[in-house]
């Protein structure tokens, strides 16, 4: 039975496209944010802040490469950099995870935090209605706004959620209205849905073994159990702070978090922060220690704690004083715990503070003790992923200008070259100019020997280039997988999957410590290979260094530290359920694939980088002969021809000049533009500190 409204369809189909502008002011929503005021958060300034600067370095980046097209400065290899930089930039989100135990007020934190505006509870956090699959909020323009709802049985297919986004037909779609929020709050109320299955059926799924008892939910009167009707929700929404890149993912509890493990292994470590919630009242139970253990305890994520429902600590008949007390040594012993530092740990009250922003009370939201938290994850987050970004844009100018620069200078060294020659033909007669033709037809010819050897450095280098990637393709590392799961196969229970899978690392490792030795043998061949041309044939061909692999080693060991607490003894319940180790599996395939290919698409970029300048320079060379020889002739028909031929050459050198200074101009506000926004938010948080201080 679905809800109102289900249709089966994709979860992002784009049915039809939308303009993001149309989208936000065709029709004007409840939930547009209004001006700033003292009830927003923090994250949400953050937010329109980077928004404004990605818009900023879009802009100035724009300017620079139409400048560059402009005087024909853009390869391929430029062109395809510009169009990855302004897809981050375009794409750029901040994904938060919220994760807790049942119970624990996490859904109306997400609403406090984030869905105040719409002056309701937006995820169901009513006593009796628990979130039950996961849920991730986000925007994308091009689609409809909906919510998509991925049947639990799915499961049992041993497919991952990687592979069922883009499969229309297990995806069953809620319609949803942006002109009425409503429309969200009743379809949200879906994943809050169960169903009755049998015992067998609860452990195919994941939700019940034998041997760990204390997780199994508790069996109904007619011998069933129940479990989450759903296993993922997908919503896509135009809310403002969704419009502005945020990804919110709120997740169930142990049970199903440990039942589904791209959850545990793919969406969160891909988070850039995750927000672990418990309840003041009870503190760290064993549960959510588990949780806490088994999924949140590597140091590669960005954690926050929070010890919600402080108002339930409110007791009457205690002083102020000592009802405070209580708190921080529930916080303090949270922190204990968890072995988190004590400024990473917040004790608030979710629905106090999503009361007084509904109502706009800006003391009790204080009161609520939430705003120090959004500071935080303002603070922390968001001047990392500026960090990021700058990086990238910086770099990508600072490429362009350099190869531009060089470019640039070829050619000017090309125009006196042609001035030196037609200023010592003044005074000379038609013989010495056609003397200046033959020869330049013979350097002409001369030079175009050099493409008999740019063919046999081309034929050296895709040798290499092919033998390089081979070590990183899909097929290498299929064949890899399918080793470490035979060796896991032949063994009962999969007790043998440690040990394999520790290999299969190995020997991944090995090969991108191999295609990295090839990698530095390939450089080392075009750097002869270009000091030999530039000699011979003038070219100013320069080897950009070869990319770093150690990020993917790290991404490597990343994968290794995550996959392998699945494959210990005390798993081995978990892997023997019908489906897991297949959809572990795949899994792992396709976080590895991830790996392996973007480090063959650097790699392969670098290479093709090496040859487009090649092919460039070759192109420009001939015109400039093709221009000598043209000129010359000009000169040698009209005797009045040489003096004018003598101004033009000396006005394209200026020109050249000229574009070469805006050029640096462009980079340099490129660059400054860039690097603002990280200062700033700096600035800001050490005027705080030292406001915070003072008072």
């Known amino acids: 039975m679905l809800p109102p409204g289900v249709t089966s369809g994709a979860p992002m189909r784009a049915s039809r496209r939308r303009d993001r502008t149309a989208l936000r002011y065709d029709a004007v929503t409840p939930l547009q944010r209004p001006p700033p005021t003292s009830m927003d958060s923090p994250i949400a300034h953050s937010l329109d802040v980077l928004a404004a600067w990605r818009a900023a370095v879009q802009g100035q980046v724009g300017a620079l490469a139409r400048a560059l097209a402009e005087q024909d400065l853009l390869d391929d290899t430029d062109s395809a950099a510009l169009a990855a930089l302004r897809e981050r930039l375009a794409c750029d989100q901040l994904v938060l995870a919220f994760v807790a135990e049942f119970s624990r007020g996490k859904s109306e934190l997400i609403n406090a935090i984030f869905f105040a505006d719409a002056g309701r509870r937006v995820l169901p956090a009513t006593p009796g209605r628990t979130t039950m699959c996961p849920v991730e909020l986000r925007f994308d323009a091009a689609q409809p706004p909906q919510l998509a709802l991925l049947p639990i049985e799915t499961r049992l297919r041993g497919l991952s959620l990687a592979e069922l986004r883009p499969r229309d037909v297990h995806w069953q779609c809620v319609p949803l209205d942006a002109r009425d929020p409503q429309t969200l709050v009743n379809a949200l109320a879906a994943v ?156 608030l009250s979710a629905r106090d503070a999503l009361a007084a922003r509904v109502e706009g009370d800006v003391q009790a939201l204080q009161a609520s003790r939430l705003p120090p938290l959004e500071q935080a994850l303002a603070a922390e987050l968001l001047p990392r992923r500026h960090e990021m970004l700058v990086h990238s844009a910086v770099s990508v100018v600072d490429q362009l200008r350099a190869r531009a620069a060089r470019r640039l200078a070829d050619r000017r060294r ?67 997988v399918a080793v470490m799961q035979s060796a896991t196969s032949a063994r009962p229970f999969k007790l043998g999957g440690r040990a394999a899978f520790e290999a ?123 221009r000598r020889s043209e000129t010359l002739q000009r000169v040698q028909g009209a005797a009045g021809e040489l003096e004018q031929r003598i101004a033009e050459v000396q006005a394209q050198d200026e020109h050249l000049g000229l574009m070469r200074a805006r050029i640096d101009v462009l980079a340099d506000e490129a660059m400054a533009t860039a690097r603002r926004l990280v200062a700033e938010p700096a600035a800001a948080r050490q005027g705080r500190a030292l406001r915070q201080a003072a008072a």
């Open 192 to 347: 809050t849905r169960t169903q009755r299955v049998s015992v067998e059926q609860a452990a195919a799924l994941g939700f019940w073994s034998d041997e760990q008892t204390e997780d199994n939910p508790p069996r109904m009167a007619d011998g069933s159990v129940e479990v989450p009707a759903w296993r993922h929700a997908l919503i896509n929404y135009p809310h403002p702070l969704l419009e502005r890149g945020l990804v919110v993912i709120d997740t169930p509890g142990l049970n199903a978090i440990g039942a589904e493990p791209e959850l545990t292994l793919g969406l969160l470590p891909s988070a850039h922060a995750v927000v672990f919630v418990l309840a003041a009242d009870t503190g760290v139970t064993r549960s959510d220690l588990a949780i806490w253990r088994e999924h949140l305890g590597q140091a590669s994520l960005e954690r926050f704690v929070v010890l919600n429902k402080i108002d339930t600590l409110d007791d009457p008949l205690l002083p102020a004083a000592e009802v405070q007390a209580q708190i921080e040594q529930q916080r303090q012993l949270a922190a204990t715990m968890l072995e988190m530092p004590p400024t990473r740990v917040f004790a």
């Open 414 to 480: 090309q125009q006196a070259e042609q001035l030196m020659e037609l200023r010592g033909l003044r005074g000379k007669s038609g013989a010495r100019t056609r003397l200046l033709v033959e020869r330049i037809d013979a350097e002409t010819a001369d030079f175009e020997r050099c493409t008999a050897r740019l063919t046999a450095l081309r034929a050296v280098q895709m040798r290499l280039q092919r033998s390089l990637l081979a070590l990183l393709s899909s097929d290498a590392l299929r064949a890899e």
């Open 504 to 626: 299969l690392i190995g020997r991944l490792r090995a090969a991108l410590d191999s295609a990295d030795a090839q990698a530095e043998e390939l450089r080392q061949m075009l750097d002869a290979s270009f000091r030999q041309l530039n000699t011979e044939f003038g070219f100013v061909l320069a080897l950009a260094p070869v990319p770093a692999l150690a990020r993917f080693q790290a991404d490597i060991d990343l994968i290794a530290q995550n996959y392998g607490r699945y494959l210990g003894l005390s798993q081995a319940w978990r892997m023997a359920a019908p489906g897991f180790a297949e959809q572990l599996r795949r899994m792992l395939l396709s976080r590895l694939r991830v790996v392996f290919e973007s480090a063959a698409g650097e790699l392969e970029l670098w290479s093709r980088g090496a040859s487009s300048q090649i092919e460039v320079q070759l192109r420009e060379r001939r015109r400039a002969y093709a």
